[in-house]
C-alpha cells in the first residue's frame, strides 16, 4: 500500500522534462569527461534532445558543468554519511572509499575543476565533505588500523588516482579501480614505514577550482 506521504509521481509535461534533465546531465558527464572543451551542443546530440530543450534547462556550457559537479559533490555527501553509520570505524573508511570510487566522482575534479566558478551553497557542501572525511579518518585511526600519518587531504589524493583509471569497458574500469584500491587500501594500515614528505595541506589543492586553474 502506498504510503499517504509520498509525493505524487510526476506527469506529464513535467515527467518528461525530468526524463530530459537525467538524460542530458548523464551525457554531458560522458562528453566532458572526454573533452572538458567539447561544446554544449555535443552534449545535446549525445542527449538525443535539441539545443533549445538544453538551453531551456541550462544557461549555458559553465551552468552545465556546475551543476554537473554539484550533483557529484552531493553523491560524495552522501556516500560519506552513509559510511558514517557503520559502527567499526575502519569498515567505514574502506566502504565510504568504495561508495565513491564507484560512483566515479573525482573523475568531475580532475577533469572539470577549474573551468566553472563554484557557487557559494558549493562551498558550504563541500565544507560539509571535508567534516565528514575527517571525522571518517579519525574513527578509522582509532581503531589502530588506519596509520597514523594519514591525513584527511591523503583521501582526495587516493580517490583521484583511482578515477584517473580508465578503459572503453565501464565494468572493466570499474574492476581495474577496485583492484588499486584494495592495493591502497593495504598501504594505509598499520603499521607501516613512515610516509615520505610532508602530508598535503588543507586548501592546497583549492586553487584549481578558481575559473581558469590560476
Not at 572509499?97 to 566522482?105: F, G, I, K, N, S
Request: net charge neutral.
Amino acid at each position: 500500500m502506498p504510503n499517504p506521504t509520498d509525493a505524487p509521481p510526476l506527469a506529464g509535461r513535467r515527467a518528461q522534462a525530468a526524463r530530459n534533465d537525467a538524460t542530458i546531465l548523464a551525457a554531458a558527464r560522458a562528453v566532458f569527461l572526454d573533452d572538458p572543451k567539447a561544446p554544449v551542443a555535443a552534449v545535446a546530440e549525445r542527449a538525443g534532445v535539441g539545443i533549445s530543450a538544453l538551453y531551456r534547462r541550462y544557461a549555458g556550457k559553465e551552468d552545465l558543468l556546475r551543476t554537473l559537479c554539484d550533483d557529484g559533490l552531493r553523491r560524495f555527501v552522501t556516500a560519506a554519511e552513509e559510511a558514517a553509520v557503520e559502527p567499526d570505524g575502519w569498515a567505514a573508511f574502506a566502504g565510504f572509499l568504495e561508495r565513491v570510487v564507484d560512483a566515479d566522482v573525482h573523475s568531475l575534479t580532475v577533469h572539470l575543476a577549474g573551468t566553472f566558478t563554484p557557487t557559494e551553497e558549493m562551498g558550504r557542501t563541500a565544507v560539509r565533505a571535508n567534516e565528514l572525511v575527517e571525522a571518517l579518518v579519525e574513527r578509522a585511526r582509532s581503531t589502530g588500523r588506519l596509520r597514523p600519518d594519514v591525513v584527511p587531504q591523503d583521501v582526495g589524493l587516493l580517490l583521484e588516482g583511482c578515477a584517473a583509471i580508465r578503459v572503453p569497458d565501464p565494468e572493466r574500469t570499474r574492476q581495474l579501480r577496485r583492484r588499486h584500491l584494495a592495493v591502497l587500501l593495504a598501504g594505509l594500515a598499520a603499521p607501516g614505514p613512515a610516509l615520505p614528505g610532508p602530508p598535503p595541506a588543507a586548501g592546497e589543492f583549492d586553487w584549481r577550482w578558481r575559473s581558469g586553474g590560476k
